[in-house]
């Protein structure tokens, strides 16, 4: 069931509000108490998929962490009913690192920016919850070019695919290979998809 956590040190007003959601009573209070070590206002938790889009609504928080696997519904068909409403940055839990339900999240078009791989520790969470931002902030660069939801997040899909190749051939961070691409957009005066079609097409050549 939702509840409001019980603070157990002074947040400043202006902490990252956080809605958790895992099925694992445990495994939920944990993570709550490691988010507020760590300064996040953990507004409240859920224990299922339907649950955590309701509080959503209720709650309006900064970040949504959300184990993938939940009862009546999981975490992939959650982190969608809530991008319906609004694209925050969300970060799913699972078990064991999967290409196919990363493949399965990324198809979806849902506003997923990071993952976490169970047990959680409070080492991992700090550098997740950065990297979803950043990558949310991005997201919003190309929010900016596209008016469509449903176009920017097939955008996004493109860049994603453009970074990796990048940071691989490059041998650098992936913050350093956005910013090529929007170097590269900004140089040319085309669309960071262009770009990074072009950045997939030519990798396809060598």
């Not at 859920?46 to 709650?59: D, M």
């Not at 170097?183 to 950045?199: F, M, P, Y």
């Amino acid at each position: 069931m939702s509840s409001k956590q019980t603070k157990k040190k002074t947040l400043p007003e202006d902490a990252v509000r956080v809605i958790i959601a895992e099925d694992n009573a445990t495994a939920r209070k944990s993570l709550s108490s490691q988010l507020e070590a760590l300064g996040f206002n953990v507004v409240a938790a859920a224990a299922t998929g339907e649950e955590v889009c309701n509080l959503y609504q209720e709650h309006k928080p900064d970040l949504v962490i959300m184990d993938i696997k939940m009862p009546k519904m999981d975490g992939i068909e959650a982190a969608r009913n809530i991008t319906r409403h609004s694209l925050i940055p969300i970060i799913l839990i699972t078990g064991h690192s999967s290409e196919t339900i990363i493949n399965r999240a990324m198809e979806s078009g849902v506003g997923i920016f990071a993952y976490l791989l169970k047990p959680v520790t409070k080492k991992d969470l700090l550098p997740a919850i950065k990297l979803a931002f950043a990558r949310h902030n991005e997201f919003k660069t190309l929010k900016a070019e596209v008016n469509d939801l449903r176009d920017a997040l097939e955008t996004r899909k493109f860049v994603e695919r453009a970074k990796g190749i990048l940071m691989k051939r490059l041998s650098i961070p992936e913050d350093e290979a956005f910013k090529i691409l929007q170097t590269q957009s900004q140089k040319e005066n085309r669309k960071l998809r262009d770009i990074a079609e072009t950045v997939i097409t030519a990798s396809k050549m060598i």
